[in-house]
């Protein structure tokens, strides 16, 4: 409210106003005022595009990705609070919103002179590839496979920059991996088993053992990596007839994510 007033009393400029507004949209967000979200992500949005000075072409453009970005973790968090799921609508929604700010920090890539704000660049590299791995990982829930693998292709690309981690590269994998999975899942369902689906499962197998591998290169370092690939990993290992894998890889789990609640509840 100290900002909003300030603001609106012109004690800031414009990029401080769009930015005051912009984070009064994330904490209404966390808060579950999802209209009062909305409408503030809306003001700043216009205020970066139309207000602000044309000379700080970068930053506007920056802050214009970085809501679009916002509104569609927006659009999805709103759709569990009000409907206690994830609409097809609202991931559909949501990928409009990243693409839109994928577009934009693509802007801010090519029009960046050498030595100009190289954070702004960085950032919206990073920006970038959540986007569309994002974008990858809402479409395979919405089973449209060829798109969703599409844009983790584009993904691993992105990720070939040396501005990545092995686990931001890793995790590429693991997604890559859960697609051809949950796909091999579908098409059992669906269809007769055949040698062109199975593909899939191989596929999932070899994109998983690639996490795996950049994820013990991270461990090895002392650092963390993300639990979940071992669950996907016994998944896999099931379906391919290795029970005893595939048991040890869920127990490792279910240690894991032991460890990380009891970590929580300790905080």
Not at 15 to 37: I, M, P, Q, T, W
Not at 99 to 112: G, H, P, V, Y
Not at 186 to 195: K, L, P
Not at 222 to 247: E, V, W
């Amino acid at each position: 409210p100290h900002l909003m007033a300030q603001s609106e009393g012109g004690g800031f400029n414009q990029f401080e106003k769009a930015d005051a507004l912009a984070e009064h949209g994330k904490v209404c967000k966390r808060l579950g005022k999802y209209n009062d979200s909305q409408k503030y992500y809306d003001e700043a949005f216009l205020i970066y595009k139309k207000e602000c000075p044309q000379e700080d072409d970068l930053t506007r453009i920056d802050g214009q990705a970085r809501i679009r970005s916002e509104q569609a973790d927006l659009t999805l968090i709103r759709s569990i609070g009000e409907q206690k799921a994830v609409t097809k609508e609202a991931r559909r929604d949501s990928i409009d919103k990243w693409n839109e700010s994928s577009k934009l920090s693509q802007e801010i890539i090519d029009n960046a002179k050498p030595g100009d704000f190289p954070s702004l660049v960085e950032l919206a590299l990073l920006r970038k590839y959540r986007c569309h791995l994002l974008i990858g990982i809402e479409y395979g829930k919405l089973k449209q496979w060829d798109d969703a693998q599409k844009h983790l292709e584009l993904t691993r690309k992105i990720g070939q920059n040396d501005k990545f981690s092995e686990v931001d590269i890793g995790t590429i994998f693991m997604w890559m991996g859960k697609l051809h999975f949950d796909r091999y899942i579908d098409n059992c369902s669906t269809i007769a088993h055949d040698e062109q689906n199975g593909q899939n499962l191989i596929k999932a197998q070899i994109q998983t053992s690639i996490a795996w591998q950049k994820f013990v290169e991270v461990l090895n370092a002392g650092s963390s990596i993300p639990f979940d690939i071992n669950l996907s990993h016994a998944h896999i290992s099931y379906f391919l007839g290795d029970t005893h894998k595939a048991i040890n890889l869920a127990i490792v789990y279910l240690i894991m994510h032991v460890k990380n609640i009891s970590g929580r509840s300790c905080c």
